[in-house]
């Protein structure tokens, strides 16, 4: 099956400057790569995601971007705020494996005001 | 969109109890989700249905574990009987999985504390 694997397991930034969180999987046949934020207490929530047909994707300070044949996709963030810190998990979606999404392990990200 | 909507927020349960987590999708979705989330596993799919239907189960641990969906607005997961190692917080997700690539949206999640 689909094998998804997210560094790092956490990350400290300053106030204004940027993050990177990257992650990799192992099925070429994953076509669908979501992004999510999880809050302490809630549930994750779609931050961004990218299709493979795309190599870029852009949403303010988010951005997210694809290489299918490194097979990795990282998330960018820019500007970074303390209402950034938070857990972010990447995903992989297939049709080939159970038609399922996977999901990496996380990384909890701290802004230092 | 009222989003994902599950309940209990938190459950505590004595060992040998039966446990009963609730689940109302977005109206509209499809598919339906549960997992389970520690911090020595990560996210774990348990379950998943689509159109009502259990899809692919082979993510409950054990036979105590039982999902059912009777109802495209209404899911449950039962536990029977609880025990220590059962203490996570249990998300409910759902899809409108037409042509598979669109996103979960999950609830806030069940914490459970099993003693």
């Known amino acids: 099956g689909e094998n998804v694997e997210q560094h790092p397991s956490t990350l400290s930034v300053q106030e204004g400057d940027s993050a990177v969180i990257k992650c990799t999987y192992s099925?070429?046949?994953?076509?669908?790569f979501p992004w999510y934020k999880q809050e302490l207490g809630k549930g994750p929530q779609l931050i961004i995601d990218?299709?493979?047909?795309?190599g870029e994707k852009k949403d303010q300070r988010i951005a997210v971007t694809l290489n299918k044949t490194a097979k990795h996709f990282s998330l960018h963030i820019t500007e970074t705020q303390p209402e950034d810190s938070a857990v972010y998990f990447c995903?992989?979606?297939?049709?080939?494996?159970?038609?399922?999404?996977?999901f990496g392990t996380g990384t909890s990200l701290t802004v230092i005001p | 969109d009222a989003g994902v909507i599950q309940s209990p927020r938190h459950e505590v349960t004595e060992m040998g109890q039966e446990v009963t987590l609730r689940c109302k999708p977005i109206?509209?979705?499809?598919?339906l989700f549960w997992y389970r989330q520690t911090m020595m596993r990560g996210l774990e799919l348990l379950i998943y249905?689509?159109?009502?239907?259990?899809?692919?189960d082979s993510g409950m641990p054990e036979d105590r574990f039982s999902a059912k969906m009777p109802n495209a607005s209404f899911s449950t997961l039962k536990i029977q009987p609880s025990e220590p190692r059962d203490s996570a917080v249990y998300f409910c997700?759902?899809?409108?999985?037409?042509?598979?690539?669109?996103?979960?949206?999950f609830g806030n999640g069940t914490r459970l504390t099993v003693t």
């Open positions: 997700a759902s899809s409108f999985s037409g042509q598979g690539d669109s996103p979960l949206h």
């Open positions: 099925d070429s046949a994953s076509n669908y």
């Open positions: 990218i299709r493979s047909n795309v």
């Open positions: 995903a992989a979606f297939s049709w080939n494996t159970g038609n399922q999404f996977y």
């Open positions: 109206s509209g979705h499809n598919s």
């Open positions: 249905f689509n159109n009502n239907v259990p899809i692919d």
